[in-house]
């Protein structure tokens, strides 16, 4: 049986008969984290793997394309083999299997792609191409499912993570399939994006990588020690709701250049980081309570550009709820003030938990749902996209 032809039955099936229980099994490998999870019905987790490459990585300060696909390749066979085993089923079991296209690097998506494909054609199952970025809105629909309270539609929806800073408008396709999303982008990053600013921080503080993470531990334990420089608010012409953060990473370095003071504790902290050291506890005592408000600063100025905006955002396309996903939603002071902001507005704010805010491939296995429910499959030609944009 040709794969096409498989196709088409499998959307006269979607549409008709099974669209209860239905088990997808999701794999996601657009950047350094080899994911599989199976999902029921694009709302019930029954297993969720994370293979992360981080130690790989972070000697060289970022992800290496070259050695990102080359672990998705080591990592991709027994990640999805314990995914099958912690959700109890068998690979026959499954109804589809959902694979990210795209966006994010072709050699690592190729991974999960050409997997994918041979699972699908092996098993006689339909292959469903899912974006990331819808993922991660659907993170947080997964999330608020989990505990009984699913946001309300419109929303407008903040993706932010080490690859990514846009604003979408989100709405349910058609009343009969609330599971069928149409998005309209609203605003996006010039520039680098919220978590690229973090990472690149860090690296000029001798944080190392990931910088997110830590960044926001010490940001917290800076108290109300003076500021030693202070951000103004990012203007961007043109649109309004678009977001710019390489300024912020540039004023932090003009700031580091120009207070040589800091140095000598950089320097302690790279050889840190080189002889193979990194905890939160170690990292702590050695900056100075002036990096450790350098840190604070760089953080309000980063959680005040992306919640003014959504809010401007929520405010302009008057929607009731607010979707926040991606890495850098893990935050605690994003959280913090958008849960102040959303409440003193009237408005909803649904965070996915940290584990379903960073990749991972629960939110690729319930995006599939939607897709499959609707009968949009794909076929052996399906191939990587580096840039994939929802709308
Ligand atoms: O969504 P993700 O896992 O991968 C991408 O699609 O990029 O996001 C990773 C990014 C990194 O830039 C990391 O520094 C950032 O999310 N990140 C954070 C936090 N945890 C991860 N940024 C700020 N605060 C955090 N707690
Ligand atoms: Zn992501």
């Given at each position: 049986m040709s794969f096409a032809r498989g196709s088409m039955n499998f959307t006269a099936m979607a549409k008709s008969?099974?669209?209860?229980?239905v088990r997808i099994l999701g794999i996601e490998s657009s950047c350094d984290e080899t994911a599989a999870a199976v999902v029921v019905d694009g709302r019930r987790i029954l297993s969720s793997v994370v293979a992360s490459q981080i130690d790989i990585h972070r000697k060289y300060g970022g992800v290496v394309p070259e050695l990102a696909s080359r672990e998705h390749l080591r990592q991709i066979v027994p990640v999805v083999r314990e995914a099958m085993e912690q959700a109890g089923l068998r690979l026959e079991e499954l109804d589809a299997i959902g694979v990210t296209q795209g966006p994010g690097l072709v050699g690592s998506l190729l991974v999960g792609i050409t997997y994918g494909k041979a699972l699908a054609d092996a098993l006689g199952k339909p292959l469903v191409a899912v974006n990331h970025l819808e993922g991660h809105i659907q993170a947080a629909f997964l999330e608020a499912f989990q505990s009984g309270e699913p946001p309300e539609l419109p929303a407008v929806c903040l993706i932010v993570s080490g690859g990514h800073t846009v604003l979408y408008e989100v709405r349910a396709a058609e009343a009969g399939a609330p599971e069928v999303f149409v998005f309209r982008k609203l605003g996006q990053t010039r520039d680098d994006a919220a978590g690229e600013a973090y990472d690149k921080v860090a690296k000029l503080l001798g944080l190392g990588y990931p910088g997110g993470p830590i960044l926001d531990r010490l940001a917290l334990a800076a108290g109300n020690v003076a500021a030693p420089v202070k951000f103004g608010p990012v203007k961007t012409r043109g649109n309004a709701l678009d977001f710019s953060f390489s300024g912020l990473k540039t004023a932090v370095l003009y700031h580091l250049r120009e207070h040589p003071e800091y140095d000598g504790e950089v320097r302690e902290r790279q050889a840190l980081l080189e002889s193979g050291h990194r905890r939160f506890d170690e990292l702590l005592p050695m900056c100075s309570s002036q990096t450790l408000a350098l840190v604070r600063e760089f953080q309000n100025a980063v959680v005040r550009e992306l919640v003014e905006r959504t809010m401007r955002a929520a405010e302009e396309t008057g929607v009731s709820t607010i979707l926040v996903s991606g890495g850098?939603?893990?935050n605690s002071q994003l959280r913090k003030v958008f849960e102040q902001r959303a409440s003193e507005a009237g408005l909803r704010v649904f965070f996915p938990s940290r584990e379903l805010s960073t990749d991972n491939a629960a939110m690729i296995a319930a995006a599939a749902y939607g897709r499959f429910v609707s009968g949009r499959f794909a076929d052996v030609t399906l191939n990587a996209k580096a840039n994939m944009p929802l709308a």
């Open positions: 008969e099974v669209m209860k229980g850098v939603a893990a």
